[in-house]
């Protein structure tokens, strides 16, 4: 049977915070259950929100956690461990504006930081596991991402050497989600080595093709690259696993384009929206995803340069609502079709 996709789900990272109802599991679900939302994406790293030590360990904790989810009338969709996975591999360039990302303990010390995000990713796997999840969502890191422009001149072999080296990081980490049947799902997102579908492809041949090696799909990131999202679904299909909906524009002047000239949030020539305020096909995009099957759920992020968070995410519910296709089991010209045999089509056509 057609599998119709799940949603709407929220990202909750862009909106946890200290103050109530953002502060707690409980609270902010029922702030999202509230709005429309029925599935709630959970930042491993907020402690405010979740302890993924212990939900790696104690299945009675994750119970809890989805009881609390239950209570506000949404599902877990997935867990994101994208700050872990951004630290196992840390150009040296971003060890200082990375380290923020990590415990105190390890600051200052590269080395000790991958090896904590390397166990975190882990425990993320178990995690997932525990609570019957089947995706996890993350980042790749980056090692040649500060040689992405051609100049001065690359040395040749840098960035093979750079993907060998990020394939030799994650196969452990990959298998380990493979074992605890999950599908590890990587946003492709400028930052990361693996930043589009080109580098994608070297990151998996780096992974040996590891099934679960798979893609968080979010189009914001490629319409700011230019970069066709639409026929990206087409030819990636089949490792898109986790969907993020988040809207971008793109307004190029005669005095910048792609790069955006340093320019803050506001004054780039590419930046983020609310769903809605951008430029993001979405009605292409929903009806690639449920023509390839893509039956998980749709997750909004929110980051938007412009619009208050809180008009964003009450927005976002309808919006995602509007947009799910409920794949039908039926073709639209069934009526006109029969019973047929092959004497019949042979003499349809003529053939003796």
């Not at 799902?185 to 093709?209: K, N, Q, W, Y």
């Given at each position: 049977?057609?599998?119709?996709?799940?949603?709407?789900?929220?990202?909750?990272a862009?909106?946890?915070?200290?103050?109530?109802?953002?502060?707690?599991?409980?609270?902010?679900?029922?702030?999202?259950g509230?709005?429309?939302?029925?599935?709630v994406?959970?930042?491993?790293?907020?402690?405010?929100?979740?302890?993924?030590?212990?939900?790696?360990?104690?299945?009675?904790?994750?119970?809890?956690?989805?009881?609390?989810?239950?209570?506000?009338?949404?599902?877990?969709?997935?867990?994101?461990?994208?700050?872990?996975?951004?630290?196992?591999?840390?150009?040296?360039?971003?060890?200082?504006?990375?380290?923020?990302?990590?415990?105190?303990?390890?600051?200052?010390?590269?080395?000790?930081?991958?090896?904590?995000?390397?166990?975190?990713?882990?425990?993320?796997?178990?995690?997932?596991?525990?609570?019957?999840?089947?995706?996890c969502?993350?980042?790749?890191?980056?090692?040649?991402f500060?040689?992405?422009?051609?100049?001065?001149?690359?040395?040749?072999?840098?960035?093979?050497?750079?993907?060998?080296?990020?394939?030799?990081?994650?196969?452990?980490?990959?298998?380990?989600?493979?074992?605890?049947?999950?599908?590890?799902?990587?946003?492709?997102?400028?930052?990361?080595d693996?930043?589009?579908?080109?580098?994608?492809?070297?990151?998996?041949?780096?992974?040996?093709?590891?099934?679960?090696?798979?893609?968080?799909?979010?189009?914001?990131?490629?319409?700011?690259?230019?970069l066709?999202?639409?026929?990206?679904?087409?030819?990636?299909?089949?490792?898109?696993?986790?969907?993020?909906?988040k809207?971008?524009?793109?307004?190029?002047?005669?005095?910048?384009?792609v790069?955006?000239?340093?320019?803050?949030?506001?004054?780039?020539?590419?930046?983020?929206?609310?769903?809605?305020?951008?430029?993001?096909?979405?009605?292409?995009?929903?009806?690639?995803?449920?023509?390839?099957?893509?039956?998980?759920?749709?997750?909004?992020?929110?980051?938007?340069?412009?619009?208050?968070?809180?008009?964003?995410?009450?927005?976002?519910?309808?919006?995602?609502?509007?947009?799910?296709?409920?794949?039908?089991?039926?073709a639209?010209?069934?009526?006109?079709?029969?019973?047929?045999?092959?004497?019949?089509?042979?003499?349809?056509?003529?053939?003796?």
């Amino acid at each position: 049977m057609p599998s119709t996709m799940k949603g709407p789900a929220i990202f909750l990272a862009q909106f946890a915070g200290d103050a109530a109802p953002f502060n707690t599991l409980k609270s902010i679900t029922s702030w999202a259950g509230d709005l429309g939302y029925k599935g709630v994406q959970i930042p491993t790293p907020d402690a405010r929100l979740f302890d993924l030590q212990k939900a790696a360990t104690s299945k009675t904790y994750c119970d809890e956690v989805r009881g609390i989810c239950a209570d506000a009338g949404v599902e877990i969709t997935e867990l994101s461990t994208h700050l872990q996975g951004q630290l196992v591999a840390v150009h040296p360039a971003y060890d200082a504006q990375f380290d923020g990302f990590a415990p105190a303990a390890v600051h200052g010390n590269p080395k000790a930081r991958q090896q904590w995000a390397v166990e975190q990713m882990k425990l993320g796997a178990k995690a997932s596991q525990n609570l019957g999840l089947m995706a996890c969502v993350s980042f790749t890191g980056a090692l040649a991402f500060p040689y992405l422009y051609p100049w001065p001149q690359r040395p040749a072999g840098l960035i093979e050497e750079a993907f060998t080296e990020l394939g030799k990081r994650w196969t452990p980490i990959l298998d380990a989600y493979d074992e605890a049947g999950v599908d590890l799902c990587f946003e492709l997102h400028p930052g990361e080595d693996a930043f589009d579908g080109a580098t994608f492809e070297m990151f998996l041949d780096a992974v040996g093709g590891h099934r679960r090696c798979n893609i968080n799909y979010d189009p914001s990131h490629f319409l700011l690259q230019q970069l066709d999202y639409l026929a990206f679904i087409d030819i990636y299909h089949e490792r898109i696993k986790a969907f993020h909906v988040k809207d971008a524009e793109f307004n190029p002047d005669g005095r910048q384009g792609v790069y955006s000239g340093y320019q803050g949030w506001l004054g780039r020539a590419g930046r983020f929206r609310s769903l809605g305020d951008g430029q993001v096909d979405f009605s292409g995009i929903f009806s690639r995803l449920a023509q390839h099957g893509y039956d998980s759920w749709a997750v909004l992020e929110w980051e938007c340069c412009l619009k208050h968070p809180e008009d964003g995410a009450a927005e976002g519910a309808p919006f995602i609502e509007s947009h799910i296709i409920r794949v039908t089991d039926k073709a639209f010209d069934d009526f006109a079709g029969g019973t047929s045999d092959r004497a019949m089509l042979r003499k349809m056509m003529g053939i003796e």
